[in-house]
């Protein structure tokens, strides 16, 4: 079964810190990983996809098969950082499962 | 360009009430689907369609329905509201031509069961 797990529910960094929000998935297909980021109250925006190996924001996320892990990164969060990450697996033509969410808080 | 489009965006119903979520998209997409988003679960799929005249369950499909007579649109309908079905329910479309095709969300509707 198709499965993604964020293990962090919060994520509490300093301003100027690096951040790494975590993302495993299970699938036995090739996977098509995405990132979306959802600041407060509203729409979930696509930050990342794992093809297009492009930096947005200054997050990058690399796709380790080996160890089924979508990790997204940034050297240097900042306080507009701020936001719900939701790690996301499309499967299944086109059926995407969502993982439960990572709350990041950057701190001044 | 509009995207895609939810109405209402609040909405209070009372236990038993019935009520339709409208979802619409000007982007030709073949794919539209709904989603619930409550504290904790992330989001959970609850219909999805693939074209028009083609609908399917997701993961907590029960007490609500879907139809999709145009590509353009994908209500959802709450048929007896309860208040486990207070949540933000999110309607997201995307392209099924070609590979790695992001889904698109609407901007939520906030739904109270009393």
């Known amino acids: 079964a198709q499965r993604v797990t964020q293990p962090e529910k919060l994520l509490s960094v300093f301003k100027g810190a690096p951040v790494e929000l975590k993302c495993n998935y299970s699938?036995?297909?090739?996977?098509?990983l995405f990132w979306y980021v959802q600041y407060s109250r509203q729409r979930l925006q696509l930050l990342l996809r794992h093809i297009s190996r492009e930096s947005i924001k200054g997050f990058t996320a690399d796709l380790n098969k080996g160890e089924t892990s979508f990790h997204l990164k940034k050297p240097f969060a900042q306080e507009e950082d701020s936001a719900m990450y939701y790690c996301a697996l499309r499967a299944d033509f086109n059926k995407f499962y969502f993982g439960s969410g990572t709350k990041l808080n950057v701190k001044p | 360009n509009a995207g895609v489009t939810q109405t209402p965006k609040f909405q209070v119903l009372k236990t038993g009430q019935s009520m339709t979520l409208q979802c619409a998209q000007d982007?030709?997409?073949?794919?539209m689907s709904w989603y619930r988003q409550d504290p904790g679960m992330g989001l959970r799929l609850i219909h999805y369609?693939?074209?028009?005249?083609?609908?399917d369950q997701g993961e907590v499909p029960n007490g609500y329905n879907v139809s999709r007579s145009t590509t353009e649109d994908f209500p959802l309908r709450l048929l007896s509201a309860a208040p486990s079905q207070t949540s933000v329910y999110f309607c997201?479309?995307?392209?099924?031509?070609?590979?790695?095709?992001?889904?698109?969300f609407g901007n939520g509707t906030r739904l109270t069961v009393t």
């Open positions: 699938y036995s297909g090739s996977p098509e």
């Open positions: 997201a479309s995307s392209s099924t031509k070609g590979g790695n095709s992001p889904l698109h």
């Open positions: 982007m030709n997409h073949e794919y």
């Open positions: 369609s693939v074209g028009a005249g083609i609908t």
